[in-house]
Nanobody, 126 residues
Framework: QVQLEESGGGLVQAGGSLRLSCTASGRTFSNYAMCWFRQAPGKEREFAAAISGSGGTTRYVDSVKGRFTISRDNAKNTVYLQMNSLKPEDTAVYYC???????????????????WGQGTQVTVSS
């Protein structure tokens, strides 16, 4: 079992920045990939970013490339999502998820994930 807890959301103006954090329980954090998903009002949950167990491999959805950076600190069991140049369309609840079946980020369908945080709201005003 893995328990995940996100923090760092909030209200920011367009063009601003936020950093989300997700802390995991357990002693095998570095053995699996971690992902960030997001869900906007009235829309399905979608993949945003993912990172391998070591942090050496990252993946992004096209809409956030060049603006968001995913990273992790395995000593702290924490994964981060640095979000810069935020846009109103980035407004969503952001969730972290653990892919305990894979060291590398290979799965981008939220239906395949069993371990989720509670989510943190990000609101970008225009």
């Amino acid at each position: 079992q893995v328990q995940l807890e996100e923090s760092g959301g909030g209200l920011v103006q367009a063009g601003g920045s936020l950093r989300l954090s997700c802390t995991a329980s357990g002693r095998t954090f570095s053995n699996y990939a971690m992902c960030w998903f997001r869900q906007a009002p009235g829309k399905e949950r979608e993949f945003a970013a993912a990172i391998s167990g070591s942090g050496g491999t990252t993946r992004y959805v096209d809409s956030v490339k060049g603006r968001f950076t995913i990273s992790r600190d395995n000593a702290k069991n924490t994964v981060y999502l640095q979000m810069n140049s935020l846009k109103p369309e980035d407004t969503a609840v952001y969730y972290c998820a653990a892919d305990r079946s894979s060291y590398y980020p290979t799965r981008y369908d939220p239906k395949l994930y069993d371990y989720w945080g509670q989510g943190t709201q990000v609101t970008v005003s225009s």
